[in-house]
């Protein structure tokens, strides 16, 4: 029962790693950009959603419409005012680093925003899906748990068939491979990442709802717990949604069983010495080789 | 537009003895520079120290100068070289703990013990990066991301490093039974550690190994074809970088006499990313900036205390969306503003010079037709070289090329003698660039040797096949962007290759090698333009600028993929004339899918098709061959 329980555990928490990864691969893979903010709007729809019902004292389910709402229309005005300027504007900014600083710059802003908003304790949103745990032949399930699995495998499948089966999928990667090639064919590369990154951002926040009875979240969990994705999806290559789940929720059963039958104080970095040494090994197998300059 | 200066006219004084003048004026300019930045720092550093030391706005300079020496160091190799490692807190640590380690609980001096553990740092970057710099692009990024993450669950465990909490020290840098002497002695010893990072910083990057380093970060391909040994770089690289994180923690530690837990850590690692990005990342003086910046904006008030994550995430959004290069990149765009409203004719010739020889003003006469001076010393010096004979130059034989399950060249044979242009036809997909890579090292065949004057060089690298005579240019143009003309073919000429990077901050013959850079250009009538940023010019300008790259080391083998790509029928002309004349000194192998320009310019031509030679003959029997017509006119088989 006890490695049942652990690839349980590792499930769970692998999964957590999955949807992030995710929603880094996906908008990586129409902008080239890595989002490190992608935990921050976890966060705000599980602290935001709290604040609402908790606080404010309104019903869960229009609370939880409004903070999914509100995180989109961040990311669109985001989009419009920052992105814009930076990536289309007069000095078009190009290289994987310095565009991953402007939503590293996103990540502390949010953060510092719901501090002042939320303060500094740790709260999380409603549980949905009420109830003890669930029980079967020794194993038991978290009914929160149970949520973010679905939803880890929900998104990965419908960001993979997205992709590999839709027109509006093709161009997404049209416009990661070449910005200018798929403009020049009539692909509005724009507003594909702008819908992107909305869609992601209104995922995490979905998932920060379904996910925070499990953890809690304070105002600054969201760049360590985003950070796991952007690990597992380092995996995929930042590019591949189903890839990037698989990644995720093996670093999460990999992670579950070190610490059960290895070490629990040296199990994180037993993974991570493992993790470096796969990437190391076999960089271009991972679509790793890619230069970072700009 | 700025004004040509007169000697950079074509028809000024010839290119050796204006190259050599202009190799004096760039080198006392950049050293002149590199004084002043350090001149700035000892300067501002003994004013603090001597007023303030004891006070807020000294204490936190000295914290801001310990994290300016490990920002410097990722100047050079992360924000220059653009080798993206997340290991600087992890060797930061190593510094900080080992100083810590040594003092508190081997009694060895703190001065001493920065010494031990900067260079025992060394040592152990040395051994990682023999593994970790191995890694392309963002896999290096990715692997070395770990190393924070497992540092962190080391020390963090680690009771005899204080575990989660953190090592206090009992010595500071500068003992004395007098806190304010020890303060006072602590900040002059970093404010002298720092002021000698940012001059050999500055020096370096300034160098003819600087250039090496930024066509490394640019387009690391490239550079292996121009004779940059790429791996060896970039293990430099890794080692100093790794030393100087090392040694700000060895400060950090003997200044603060504490060393928190938190020092270790991805939180670190990016607020390190943070100062380098704010401050300038390419640029050493503003890694320094940027790391004063930070912490005296963390510090300024109680107000910015409480909301400074929301204060950095939107200075670092207004700086990144003004200027790419930070606060010194628009201090420098200030200074030539303010150069161009007060002096002119100063703010021209400073904008030419630019932070890291960088040439944005002037485009020199971009359209003026090329034409090759046959007369000048570069040509005379080319036919000198040539030692004659009709014996085979360059030979493979057997050649075979498969990825994977896909064969690309089959048995593959070649014999060309020592000068003469050689056509390499066929359709798309026939592997010439496959064989052009071969030959010149970017790929190793899967068998079969290639050999160069005799001598088997089937296993050299890229690098050292350039070095032995072997140059070329690229299907797509691959230039150095944000670089001068003269710079990207400077890149050919250096001397650096073989030296190590300390050499290179001792002795830097940048200057020489802009001489014989110029040389090269002029000798393709492209002095005009030398100073010019090259990716202003055309597409045909910037074609010719490769093949000055190419030819500026006189190769004994020149392989051209597609030259004549995008160029107009005017433009194919001048490159047939080109080709011709570079033809009399050396061996061109001509990848190009014009076959008028190849019947015209080649005295014998290979066909290839589905990786096997099908053709070969001289331009008349080209023409003529049914084997050619079917397979790259579109004519029918003759029966």
Redesign the interface.
Not at chain 2, 70 to 77: C, D, E, F, L, N
Not at chain 2, 433 to 440: D, I, R
């Given at each position: 029962m006890k490695l049942g329980n652990l690839l349980i555990a590792g499930l769970i928490s692998g999964s957590i790693y999955a949807v992030f990864a995710v929603c880094i691969a996906m908008w990586f893979r129409v902008s080239n950009i890595l989002n490190l903010a992608v935990g921050d709007f976890a966060m705000l729809g599980a602290l935001g959603t709290d604040h609402l019902v908790r606080v404010l004292h309104w019903p869960t389910a229009p609370a939880i419409v409004t903070v999914i709402v509100a995180c989109g229309v961040g990311a669109y005005l985001y989009d419009k005012a920052?992105l814009r300027?930076?990536l289309d504007g007069r000095?078009r900014?190009e290289?994987?680093?310095?565009t991953f600083?402007?939503t590293?710059?996103?990540?502390?802003?949010?953060?510092?925003?719901a501090?002042?908003l939320f303060g500094t304790n740790i709260y999380a949103a409603p549980t949905l899906w009420q109830g003890n745990s669930l029980s079967w032949g020794g194993l038991h399930f978290e009914r929160a748990g149970l949520l973010v699995l679905a939803c880890a495998v929900v998104s990965g499948i419908a960001f993979t068939a997205y992709i590999r089966y839709t027109l509006s999928g093709k161009a997404v990667e049209a416009s990661g491979e070449s910005y200018v090639g798929a403009s020049i064919v009539g692909i509005d590369t724009r507003r594909y990442r702008r819908n992107i990154f909305i869609m992601t951002g209104m995922l995490a926040a979905v998932f920060g709802i379904l996910q925070s009875p499990l953890t809690g979240y304070a105002f600054?969990s969201g760049g360590t717990i985003g950070?796991t994705g952007f690990?597992a999806a380092?995996y995929a290559g930042?590019q591949k949604p189903g890839r990037a789940v698989l990644a995720g929720v093996a670093i999460g059963v990999v992670e579950s069983l070190l610490g059960g039958y290895v070490s629990t104080?040296?199990n994180?970095?037993i993974l991570?010495?493992i993790?470096?040494a796969l990437?190391?090994i076999r960089?271009?197998a991972?679509g790793?080789?890619?230069?970072?300059?700009g | 537009m700025a004004a040509i200066p007169a000697r950079l006219r074509p028809g000024a004084p010839e290119g050796a003895d204006r190259a050599a003048g202009e190799g004096r004026r760039r080198r006392a300019t950049g050293l002149t520079g590199q004084l002043s930045a350090t001149g700035v720092v000892v300067v501002a550093g003994v004013v603090v120290m001597a007023f303030w030391a004891q006070q807020y706005i000294g204490s936190v300079f000295v914290l801001a100068l310990t994290y300016a020496v490990v920002t410097a160091g990722m100047a050079i190799q992360?924000g220059f070289s653009?080798q993206?490692a997340f290991s600087q807190s992890v060797f930061m640590g190593l510094g900080a703990y080992g100083v810590a380690v040594l003092n508190a609980d081997a009694g060895i001096p703190s001065v001493l013990a920065m010494l031990i553990v900067t260079i025992g740092s060394g040592i152990v970057a040395l051994l990682l990066g023999r593994?970790?710099t191995?890694?392309?692009?963002?896999?290096l990024?990715?692997?070395?991301?770990?190393?924070p993450?497992?540092a962190t669950?080391?020390v963090t465990?680690a009771n005899y490093l204080g575990g989660s909490t953190g090592m206090p020290l009992t010595g500071n840098l500068f003992p004395s039974s007098s806190i304010s002497a020890s303060v006072v002695g602590n900040g002059l010893i970093v404010v002298a550690v720092v002021a000698v990072v940012v001059f050999i910083g500055s020096r370096l990057l300034g160098s003819d190994l600087g250039l090496e380093l930024y066509t490394l970060?640019?387009n690391?391909q490239a550079a292996a074809a121009m004779g940059v040994v790429t791996p060896r770089r970039k293990l430099e690289l890794f080692v100093l970088g790794s030393m100087l994180a090392a040694l700000g923690g060895a400060l950090y530690a003997g200044t603060q006499l504490f060393v928190p837990a938190t020092l270790v850590g991805?939180t670190t690692e990016?607020s390190l990313?943070?100062m380098l990005?704010i401050g300038g990342?390419r640029s050493v003086i503003g890694a320094v900036i940027g790391a004063f910046a930070i912490q005296y904006v963390q510090g300024a008030s109680n107000y910015i205390s409480i909301?400074?994550?929301?204060?950095?995430?939107?200075?670092?959004?207004v700086i990144?969306?003004i200027e790419?290069e930070g606060l010194a990149g628009i201090g420098l765009r200030l200074r030539q503003a303010f150069r161009r409203r007060v002096a002119p004719g100063r703010a021209a010739a400073a904008t030419r010079r630019g932070a890291t020889g960088t040439a944005a003003a002037g485009t020199g006469d971009a359209t003026a037709a090329v034409t090759v001076r046959q007369d000048g010393a570069f040509a005379t010096s080319w036919a000198a070289q040539a030692t004659g004979g009709d014996a085979s130059l360059l030979s493979c034989a057997g050649i075979d090329m498969a990825f994977g399950g896909l064969k690309v060249l089959s048995d593959i044979n070649l014999a060309l003698p020592q000068r003469g242009v050689f056509g390499l036809c066929g359709p798309n997909g026939a592997g010439k660039t496959t064989l052009l890579n071969v030959l010149g090292g970017s790929l190793q065949a899967s068998s079969g040797t290639v050999q160069l004057a005799g001598q088997d060089i089937t296993r050299l690298p890229a690098a050292e096949r350039f070095r032995r005579g072997v140059s070329r240019t690229f299907q797509a143009v691959q230039l150095i962007r944000g670089r001068s003309v003269v710079d990207n073919v400077a890149v050919a000429c250096l001397d650096s290759n073989r030296s190590s990077l300390a050499r290179g901050i001792a002795f830097s013959h940048l200057g020489a090698a802009r001489g014989r850079a110029f040389e090269a250009l002029d000798y393709l009538g492209m002095g005009a333009v030398a100073d010019v940023e090259v990716s202003s010019l055309t597409l045909e300008r910037q074609r010719m600028v490769e093949l000055a790259r190419a030819v500026a080391s006189k190769p004994r083998v020149l392989l051209l993929d597609e030259p004549a790509s995008g160029l107009s029928e005017v433009q194919r002309a001048e490159l047939a004339e080109v080709l011709r004349e570079i033809g009399r000194h050396t061996c061109v192998v001509l990848v190009e899918h014009d076959l008028d320009l190849v019947a015209s310019v080649a005295e014998r031509i290979f066909v290839l098709a589905a990786g096997g030679i099908v053709f070969e003959g001289d331009g008349e029997s080209f023409k003529a061959s049914d084997v050619v017509g079917t397979l790259l006119m579109g004519r029918a088989p003759t029966a």
């Amino acid at each position: 029962m006890k490695l049942g329980n652990l690839l349980i555990a590792g499930l769970i928490s692998g999964s957590i790693y999955a949807v992030f990864a995710v929603c880094i691969a996906m908008w990586f893979r129409v902008s080239n950009i890595l989002n490190l903010a992608v935990g921050d709007f976890a966060m705000l729809g599980a602290l935001g959603t709290d604040h609402l019902v908790r606080v404010l004292h309104w019903p869960t389910a229009p609370a939880i419409v409004t903070v999914i709402v509100a995180c989109g229309v961040g990311a669109y005005l985001y989009d419009k005012a920052i992105l814009r300027l930076a990536l289309d504007g007069r000095r078009r900014q190009e290289g994987i680093v310095i565009t991953f600083f402007f939503t590293f710059a996103l990540s502390f802003f949010i953060e510092g925003l719901a501090e002042v908003l939320f303060g500094t304790n740790i709260y999380a949103a409603p549980t949905l899906w009420q109830g003890n745990s669930l029980s079967w032949g020794g194993l038991h399930f978290e009914r929160a748990g149970l949520l973010v699995l679905a939803c880890a495998v929900v998104s990965g499948i419908a960001f993979t068939a997205y992709i590999r089966y839709t027109l509006s999928g093709k161009a997404v990667e049209a416009s990661g491979e070449s910005y200018v090639g798929a403009s020049i064919v009539g692909i509005d590369t724009r507003r594909y990442r702008r819908n992107i990154f909305i869609m992601t951002g209104m995922l995490a926040a979905v998932f920060g709802i379904l996910q925070s009875p499990l953890t809690g979240y304070a105002f600054n969990s969201g760049g360590t717990i985003g950070f796991t994705g952007f690990i597992a999806a380092a995996y995929a290559g930042y590019q591949k949604p189903g890839r990037a789940v698989l990644a995720g929720v093996a670093i999460g059963v990999v992670e579950s069983l070190l610490g059960g039958y290895v070490s629990t104080q040296y199990n994180d970095t037993i993974l991570y010495a493992i993790l470096a040494a796969l990437v190391l090994i076999r960089p271009s197998a991972m679509g790793l080789d890619v230069a970072v300059g700009g | 537009m700025a004004a040509i200066p007169a000697r950079l006219r074509p028809g000024a004084p010839e290119g050796a003895d204006r190259a050599a003048g202009e190799g004096r004026r760039r080198r006392a300019t950049g050293l002149t520079g590199q004084l002043s930045a350090t001149g700035v720092v000892v300067v501002a550093g003994v004013v603090v120290m001597a007023f303030w030391a004891q006070q807020y706005i000294g204490s936190v300079f000295v914290l801001a100068l310990t994290y300016a020496v490990v920002t410097a160091g990722m100047a050079i190799q992360i924000g220059f070289s653009q080798q993206v490692a997340f290991s600087q807190s992890v060797f930061m640590g190593l510094g900080a703990y080992g100083v810590a380690v040594l003092n508190a609980d081997a009694g060895i001096p703190s001065v001493l013990a920065m010494l031990i553990v900067t260079i025992g740092s060394g040592i152990v970057a040395l051994l990682l990066g023999r593994i970790v710099t191995k890694a392309p692009g963002l896999a290096l990024a990715v692997a070395s991301l770990m190393f924070p993450l497992i540092a962190t669950g080391y020390v963090t465990s680690a009771n005899y490093l204080g575990g989660s909490t953190g090592m206090p020290l009992t010595g500071n840098l500068f003992p004395s039974s007098s806190i304010s002497a020890s303060v006072v002695g602590n900040g002059l010893i970093v404010v002298a550690v720092v002021a000698v990072v940012v001059f050999i910083g500055s020096r370096l990057l300034g160098s003819d190994l600087g250039l090496e380093l930024y066509t490394l970060g640019v387009n690391e391909q490239a550079a292996a074809a121009m004779g940059v040994v790429t791996p060896r770089r970039k293990l430099e690289l890794f080692v100093l970088g790794s030393m100087l994180a090392a040694l700000g923690g060895a400060l950090y530690a003997g200044t603060q006499l504490f060393v928190p837990a938190t020092l270790v850590g991805v939180t670190t690692e990016l607020s390190l990313l943070m100062m380098l990005f704010i401050g300038g990342r390419r640029s050493v003086i503003g890694a320094v900036i940027g790391a004063f910046a930070i912490q005296y904006v963390q510090g300024a008030s109680n107000y910015i205390s409480i909301h400074i994550l929301l204060i950095e995430g939107v200075l670092i959004t207004v700086i990144l969306l003004i200027e790419p290069e930070g606060l010194a990149g628009i201090g420098l765009r200030l200074r030539q503003a303010f150069r161009r409203r007060v002096a002119p004719g100063r703010a021209a010739a400073a904008t030419r010079r630019g932070a890291t020889g960088t040439a944005a003003a002037g485009t020199g006469d971009a359209t003026a037709a090329v034409t090759v001076r046959q007369d000048g010393a570069f040509a005379t010096s080319w036919a000198a070289q040539a030692t004659g004979g009709d014996a085979s130059l360059l030979s493979c034989a057997g050649i075979d090329m498969a990825f994977g399950g896909l064969k690309v060249l089959s048995d593959i044979n070649l014999a060309l003698p020592q000068r003469g242009v050689f056509g390499l036809c066929g359709p798309n997909g026939a592997g010439k660039t496959t064989l052009l890579n071969v030959l010149g090292g970017s790929l190793q065949a899967s068998s079969g040797t290639v050999q160069l004057a005799g001598q088997d060089i089937t296993r050299l690298p890229a690098a050292e096949r350039f070095r032995r005579g072997v140059s070329r240019t690229f299907q797509a143009v691959q230039l150095i962007r944000g670089r001068s003309v003269v710079d990207n073919v400077a890149v050919a000429c250096l001397d650096s290759n073989r030296s190590s990077l300390a050499r290179g901050i001792a002795f830097s013959h940048l200057g020489a090698a802009r001489g014989r850079a110029f040389e090269a250009l002029d000798y393709l009538g492209m002095g005009a333009v030398a100073d010019v940023e090259v990716s202003s010019l055309t597409l045909e300008r910037q074609r010719m600028v490769e093949l000055a790259r190419a030819v500026a080391s006189k190769p004994r083998v020149l392989l051209l993929d597609e030259p004549a790509s995008g160029l107009s029928e005017v433009q194919r002309a001048e490159l047939a004339e080109v080709l011709r004349e570079i033809g009399r000194h050396t061996c061109v192998v001509l990848v190009e899918h014009d076959l008028d320009l190849v019947a015209s310019v080649a005295e014998r031509i290979f066909v290839l098709a589905a990786g096997g030679i099908v053709f070969e003959g001289d331009g008349e029997s080209f023409k003529a061959s049914d084997v050619v017509g079917t397979l790259l006119m579109g004519r029918a088989p003759t029966a």
